[in-house]
T-cell receptor
Framework: GQQVMQIPQYQHVQEGEDFTTYCNSS?????IQWYKQRPGGHPVFLIQ?????EVKKQKRLTFQFGEAKKNSSLHITATQTTDVGTYFC?????????????FGKGTKLSVIP | NAGVTQTPKFQVLKTGQSMTLQCAQD?????MYWYRQDPGMGLRLIYY???????DKGEVPNGYNVSRLNKREFSLRLESAAPSQTSVYFC???????????FGSGTRLTVV
């Protein structure tokens, strides 16, 4: 079945440094989504990317979808303590008509003030 | 809007006991899902309901049953709890298909 892998598993950064997490799928994805989970909280939807090569920005967060639609990245510029949490990517294993999402295991971000 | 509401928030069960986790959404979403989250394992799909009246198995359905009671409510039942079912359980919903899940706040279940 489809596998969604994320690296790194953990990342510790000084406040103000940049951060990037990478997501790779074993199959081509119709779309990819990103979620953030704060410590002790629940996952919160951030964004969906659909088109090959798509780039979207949300303030200091930049999301990219690879040309082959098998990989994606999330880049945070100048991290802040409010960025602490685990970032998950997720994609539908069955293509555009799928009703399931397969989640990566996440990248846990720690920000040292 | 409350979004997705899960009850209870915490539960301790003895091995062999049964219980039902409740989930309700007020966003008129068609699809609902149950995930479990374990350290180092990420989120794994237990069951889902693409629309009212339908349910399907996900990646880890063994030991669980579900009921889509109506469009709003989707419950998860553990018939005979086992220590391996100690986990955090999240219910989620989406308007259609896989776009933009809204998650509940979770149920932290411990089976002793």
């Amino acid at each position: 079945g489809q596998q969604v892998m994320q690296i790194p598993q953990y990342q510790h950064v000084q406040e103000g440094e940049d951060f990037t997490t990478y997501c790779n799928s074993s199959t081509t994805l119709s779309n990819i989504q990103w979620y953030k989970q704060r410590p002790g909280g629940h996952p919160v939807f951030l964004i969906q990317l659909v088109k090959s090569g798509e780039v979207k920005k949300q303030k200091r967060l930049t999301f990219q979808f690879g040309e082959a639609k098998k990989n994606s990245s999330l880049h945070i510029t100048a991290t802040q303590t409010t960025d602490v949490g685990t970032y998950f990517c997720a994609g539908p294993p069955g293509g555009a008509g799928s009703y399931q999402l397969t989640f990566g295991k996440g990248t846990k971000l720690s920000v040292i003030p | 809007n409350a979004g997705v509401t899960q009850t209870p928030k915490f539960q301790v069960l003895k091995t062999g006991q049964s219980m039902t986790l409740q989930c309700a959404q007020d966003m008129n979403h068609n699809s609902m899902y149950w995930y479990r989250q374990d350290p180092g394992m990420g989120l794994r799909l237990i069951y889902y309901s693409a629309s009212e009246g339908t349910t399907d198995k996900g990646e880890v359905p063994n030991g669980y049953n579900v009921s889509r009671l109506n469009k709003r409510e989707f419950s998860l039942r553990l018939e005979s709890a086992a220590p391996s079912q100690t986990s955090v359980y999240f219910c989620a919903s989406s308007e259609q298909g896989t776009y933009g899940y809204t998650f509940g706040s979770g149920t932290r279940l411990t089976v002793v």
